[in-house]
């Protein structure tokens, strides 16, 4: 459960930042849900799979996967009441800023410290790091041709 909620509040800036892409650039919010469509696959797993071993209950592990990925909608929602008549460009550098922000230090706080705690020897992290980097940049690419 407590994984279900993290995943939730992380979601949260994520529905924002596909908002804010998606009323600037509808082609830029395509992107960005997609790309985040695809990593909210494993996010559901890490979800659904504790929950599935500790209770047996397939209902309930997909619902709460269901849960904590809509928070992303919650997020986009509370973002068009709030934003939709007041975006500038201002405002769309602050929110991409915040976002952004928010991302890269839950990346830089949590998931890289805790990858150390399993991976001492550093066998698998920093490649799979630079890996990463590397998917999200052709993606980016592809999307630009």
């Known amino acids: 459960m407590t994984t279900a909620i993290a995943i939730g509040l992380h979601n949260f800036p994520e529905g924002l ?8 650039d509808p082609k830029v919010g395509a992107v960005l849900a997609i790309a985040i469509a695809i990593h909210n696959i494993p996010e559901g797993l890490c979800v659904a799979l504790p929950i599935f071993y500790a209770t047996g209950n397939r209902c309930k592990a997909f619902w709460w996967a269901v849960l904590s990925g809509g928070t992303e909608v919650i997020a986009a929602l509370l973002a068009w009441a709030v934003l939709a008549s007041i975006v500038s460009d201002t405002t769309y550098a602050i929110l991409f800023g915040v976002v952004a922000g928010m991302m890269v230090i839950i990346s830089v706080r949590e998931l890289l410290p805790t990858a150390h705690y399993y991976d001492p020897e550093d066998t698998m992290v920093t490649n799979s790091f630079i890996a990463g980097m590397v998917v999200m940049a052709v993606s980016l690419i592809l999307f630009i041709v």
């Open 17 to 24: 930042a596909t908002f804010v892409g998606g009323i600037h």
